[in-house]
């Protein structure tokens, strides 16, 4: 998603009160999360615009949100060319549902509340990765945020499978620092690298350009 040579001119009329704000925070998380800073969501992406830096002029200028809600969509429909965004990422109603939980909390402060809170599970809070008979999973966030399932990783020295399931359709991978153990990256499935492993403390991260940077990192002791 790309900011913002667009008005507000589109062919939607839906308004952000006529929209499922649950759906189109699941959807941005998983879709425009991984490009895209945006604090209440929790996203981090760095790859595109920072959407609360994008909006905090609209809001202090008194678009409303269904003058940013215009604007988002356009851009869902009709991305800047120049950009990496492509055009309908999402379509349809999902689309009007993206672009109106974007103009409620863009450049907004505080959190979401209600439903919205829990729309998206939290993600990096799962229990630490252990190595068992020579294979440790690590799994990429399912739901698209930059981050592991697990930040944390114990393992046996000595031979090592690793793996990383991804069902998030952003491209993912693990390189484990200082070691020649390293995944491909891939936005779906299951990616797996092999190697030995000597006792220490090591990083693991993902080496897609800006994910390390926005949080896809994780601590594995080896003993």
């Not at 499978?161 to 153990?181: A, F």
């Not at 492993?197 to 601590?219: D, I, N, T």
């Amino acid at each position: 998603m790309a900011i913002l040579g667009i008005a507000g001119c589109t062919n939607d009329s839906t308004s952000v009160s006529d929209s499922n704000l649950v759906n189109g925070k699941k959807l941005f998380v998983g879709k425009c999360g991984a490009c895209h800073v945006m604090a209440r969501a929790g996203t981090k992406g760095v790859t595109g615009p920072n959407l609360d830096e994008a909006f905090s002029s609209a809001r202090q200028e008194n678009w409303g949100d269904d003058g940013i809600r215009g604007v988002v969509y356009g851009q869902i429909l009709y991305p800047n060319k120049n950009a990496p965004m492509p055009a309908n990422l999402v379509t349809g109603k999902d689309a009007t549902d993206v672009a109106a939980y974007v103009s409620t909390v863009a450049g907004k402060p505080g959190e979401d509340l209600g439903l919205l809170a829990t729309a998206v599970a939290p993600a990096g809070s799962g229990k630490t990765a252990v190595e068992k008979n020579g294979l440790l999973s690590i799994a990429a966030d399912p739901n698209g945020q930059l981050l592991y399932v697990e930040s944390k990783a114990t393992a046996t020295a000595g031979p090592i499978k690793l793996e990383m399931p991804n069902e998030s359709g952003v491209p993912h991978n693990i390189l484990i620092e200082n070691t020649p153990i390293e995944t491909p990256v891939i936005e779906n499935g299951v990616a797996k690298a092999s190697g030995t492993l000597k006792p220490g403390k090591f990083v693991y991260f993902c080496s897609v350009p800006g994910h390390r940077e926005a949080g896809m990192v994780g601590k594995l002791t080896v003993r």
